[in-house]
Nanobody
Framework: QVQLVESGGGLVQPGGSLRLSCVASGLTFEQYPMTWYRQVPGKEREMVASITSFGGNYPSYEDSVTGRFTISRDNSKNTVYLQMNNLRPEDTAVYYC???????WGQGTQVFVSS
């Protein structure tokens, strides 16, 4: 059974940075593209950043985070990261990871950007 565990969220001031981590277990991690999503109450979950698999590690980003967020992965640790810089209040959300939404969602990690 695949398990996804997100961590690294917290309260940060506008302009600040956070690094999120997602550890995956129960799968051959390197075979799967991974995506970070975020969700705010009352809205649908949206894609934030994705990274391809099999060593290509090609990233893609939602427009509003391009240039501020960086997705990366460490296949030896079954972990995908999201480095978030220059955070804005509108980045406030619960952040989740998944692979094409094929697995059960983890608990997510809350990011709160406020002065």
């Amino acid at each position: 059974q695949v398990q996804l565990v997100e961590s690294g969220g917290g309260l940060v001031q506008p302009g600040g940075s956070l690094r999120l981590s997602c550890v995956a277990s129960g799968l051959t991690f390197e075979q799967y593209p991974m995506t970070w999503y975020r969700q705010v109450p009352g809205k649908e979950r949206e894609m934030v950043a994705s990274i391809t698999s099999f060593g290509g590690n090609y990233p893609s980003y939602e427009d509003s985070v391009t240039g501020r967020f960086t997705i990366s992965r460490d296949n030896s640790k079954n972990t995908v990261y999201l480095q978030m810089n220059n955070l804005r209040p509108e980045d406030t959300a619960v952040y989740y990871c998944n692979s094409n939404q094929r697995f059960a969602w983890g608990q997510g990690t809350q990011v709160f950007v406020s002065s």
